[in-house]
């Protein structure tokens, strides 16, 4: 164990990261867990805590906090009346399916491959983010039937493997087919619930008696991360939920899109070389 002034940083870390993190959550719908994943695998490194296992525990602590940052954040989406409730049932069942199979891959996955598959998807986010224009569409409308039941399941998966909520990937594909970007933020910060729950119970069990953990984890959960990260992201979601309505979507598009690239690229070098 860190002495109990590590700890303590430690603890303030994860308090600063879980209030940006609720302001990404309700600005962008996308749950918290860009920023969770890299702040939390950087901080238990620095401080000494675990060692092998701690991608995987930052993943799924991240998954954890998502249950309550996605419930405030569509609650506060709702209020404004943008959330397409047909669109989210729809897709929920498929989403949940589909972050089992992500949360079983990652507890099979070692923690370079886990990295790499951040680190790839994450930079494809950034790009879109970066780049993209909420002009695009590809399809007529959102994805029914088959397609849907495609679409929702890689969305769980992916999401599952990356320890984000969905709204991210669930925007964009919203926005491809030509709805609102607000209706697509408001929509999609519901996904988060549906991959947070099971997901959450998977690296439970996929992590049980796993070694290089950080302490006080269970499976690949951090216990203390958990409970800090899901007060204060819940907390600080409808904050951020309200600047959506009020900022320009266009600059925090691009700022949010650098800021994701340059995570990604650091959580893959540091996956790889330590």
Known sequence: MPPLQDLLILVAAMAGAGVFAGLIAGLFGVGGGTVLVPALFYAFGV????????LHVAVGTSLSTI???????????????????????????????????????????????????????????????????????????????????????SLGAVSALMGIGGGAFGSAIMTLAGRPIHQAVATASGFGVAIAVPATLGFIA?????????????????????????LLTGAVAPYGAKLAHRLDKT????????????????VVIKALVT
Do not use: Q
Request: glycine share 16%.
């Open 47 to 54: 401080f000494g805590l675990g060692g092998e296992a701690n």
């Open 67 to 153: 249950i309550t940052t996605s419930l405030r954040s569509v609650a506060a989406h709702r209020k404004h009346g943008a959330v397409d409730e047909a669109v989210l049932k729809g897709f929920i069942p498929w989403i949940a399916l589909g972050a089992i199979i992500g949360a079983v891959l990652a507890g099979f996955a070692d923690k370079a491959t886990l990295g790499l598959i951040y680190g790839a998807f994450a930079i494809a986010l950034a790009a879109y983010m970066g780049l993209g224009k909420e002009s695009w569409t590809i399809m007529r409308d959102v994805p029914s039937g088959p397609a849907r039941a495609g679409v929702g399941a």
């Open 251 to 266: 600059m925090l598009r691009r700022a949010f899109g650098a800021y994701l690239a340059f995570t990604a690229l650091a």
């Open 206 to 230: 996929m992590g049980w008696g796993a070694e290089g953990r950080p302490p006080l984890s269970l499976g690949y959960i951090n216990v203390p991360g958990f409970v800090i990260l899901a």
